[in-house]
């Protein structure tokens, strides 16, 4: 099918779900889950028919009640990895084929169907509503690569501008200022260098049209959401998702990060045995695409630290809420007695730490921890100094020293995707060739 019709197939779903997806949050809890439950067991029927890892009995048979969905073995993206085809059903009609950013270090060929990228799509007009957008409102949006524009993008609601990521810092400043946005979307290591490269008078220009800041894709820390909303002078308000399983929740105006319900089904397991977790109990994140029939992943472990939060929210929607902690199992160091250092360490101390405009974290395969520090000249502090400061915080917050090796960068690298893998370990405590003994 060539581009065009690919495009028609999607906006005209777009169109169809639109009413239904801006509905959905306002069903009652019991609704919602009899949604979810009928969902769950026409993707797993369809999948037993279409797709050879669900031939396995573990799949035999519907559900019952939703909370039976646990007792289903958890997939796991190297599952995926090894073997890609036993997830694929048979093309029929449209598929959209999208590749992972590469964030986690192992990239994945992922494909929708039309009907479950079209739902997701309606879903994007709710994320804007929810977010306390207004139609009339433009979209800067920092991407790497190009965009579609959704059917009510076309008829001019939140119409949306892609500036390309990969620009230099200087002129992504000036194209954003040019467009004189409502909106600015991106993901958080872009927007923290468009912040640095604006000069005081140019801020002020920005402001004057800007409203909101929507966060992307990456883990959207305490002290970076602060710094942007400080920064811009707007309220900034994120979402959680995944290549594999398109988006997982979004943030309202009240703070709530919502569970997109009509979508997928969250849970929150034990890292260690898979065990589903109490409400508030942190645990990595599981979840179910059950519009998904191109690639159905049925309990997909994504392995981000998550929690659920219990209670409803003030915003009126009835989708459960989640929370991201301190970044995925994956973004974070592993030291030779076994303790573990998250990527929310690293983010808080940098950001606190003045002269420091981005960083990265390395672990090798013998435990050696390097950190790369691209330095703010608008400090006007020494590498050294810099240096002592991350050290004297990472002991502080730590209650240890932590060995760190140094070096300078002259600018972050990012994923093809355009991410920023801020922290990175290749250390396997027990491995052959890695050492033994503290930290």
């Not at 468009?194 to 992307?216: D, K, N, Y």
């Not at 301190?326 to 998250?342: K, N, P």
């Not at 435990?367 to 703010?376: A, I, K, M, P, Y």
């Not at 002991?395 to 002259?410: A, Q, S, T, V």
Request: charged letters at 25%; one cysteine or more; hydrophobic letters at 45%.
């Amino acid at each position: 099918m060539d581009r065009m019709s690919q495009g028609a197939a999607v906006a005209v779903r777009e169109l169809l779900y639109a009413a239904a997806a801006l509905i959905a949050p306002r069903r009652s809890v019991a609704a919602i889950e009899r949604r979810q439950l009928a969902g769950v067991n026409a993707m797993l029927a369809a999948a037993r028919a279409d797709v050879a890892h669900y031939r396995d009995p573990a799949y035999a048979g519907p559900l019952r009640r939703l909370p039976d969905l646990a007792g289903l073995p958890i997939v796991t993206k190297a599952q995926v990895r090894a073997d890609p085809e036993r997830f694929h059903a048979p093309e029929r009609g449209w598929f959209q084929t999208d590749t992972t950013a590469g964030s986690t270090g192992s990239v994945l060929r992922v494909r929708h169907d039309a009907g479950a990228y079209g739902y997701h799509g309606a879903t994007l007009l709710r994320r804007f509503l929810r977010a306390g957008c207004r139609p009339w409102w433009t979209i800067a949006h920092l991407k790497p690569f190009p965009r579609p524009s959704r059917w009510f993008q076309r008829f001019g609601v939140f119409r949306r501008t892609v500036v390309h990521a990969g620009l230099p810092e200087r002129e992504l400043a000036e194209a954003i200022l040019a467009l004189r946005p409502g909106v600015l979307m991106g993901y958080p290591v872009m927007l923290r260098a468009v912040l640095r490269e604006l000069t005081g008078e140019e801020l002020a220009r920005l402001r004057r049209s800007l409203r909101l800041i929507l966060s992307e894709s990456e883990l959207l820390t305490a002290e970076t959401r602060a710094l942007l909303s400080e920064g811009f002078g707007v309220p900034v308000r994120d979402e959680y998702s995944a290549f594999e399983v398109l988006t997982i929740a979004t943030e309202c105006r009240h703070g709530s990060m919502h569970v997109d319900a009509d979508r997928v089904v969250f849970e929150v397991v034990d890292p260690a045995d898979g065990r589903p977790v109490p409400p508030g109990t942190p645990g990595v994140a599981v979840v179910t695409h059950f519009r998904e029939r191109a690639m159905p992943l049925v309990r997909y472990r994504i392995d981000d630290r998550v929690a659920v939060v219990p209670g409803a929210c003030p915003c009126g929607s009835r989708f459960g809420r989640m929370r991201l902690l301190d970044g995925r199992i994956e973004d974070s160091l592993v030291l030779r007695d076994g303790t573990v250092v998250y990527f929310g360490a690293f983010a808080a101390v940098t950001l606190k730490q003045p002269g420091i405009a981005e960083f990265s974290v390395r672990q090798d395969e013998a435990g050696e921890v390097t950190v790369s520090l691209q330095l703010d000249p608008a400090a006007g502090l020494g590498f050294d100094e810099v240096c002592d400061g991350v050290r004297g915080m990472l002991r502080d917050l730590l209650g240890f020293d932590l060995p760190l090796h140094f070096r300078r960068i002259d600018r972050l690298e990012l994923t093809p995707g355009g991410k920023a893998r801020l922290v990175r370990s290749r250390f396997r405590p027990g491995a052959p060739g890695s050492a033994a003994g503290p930290p």
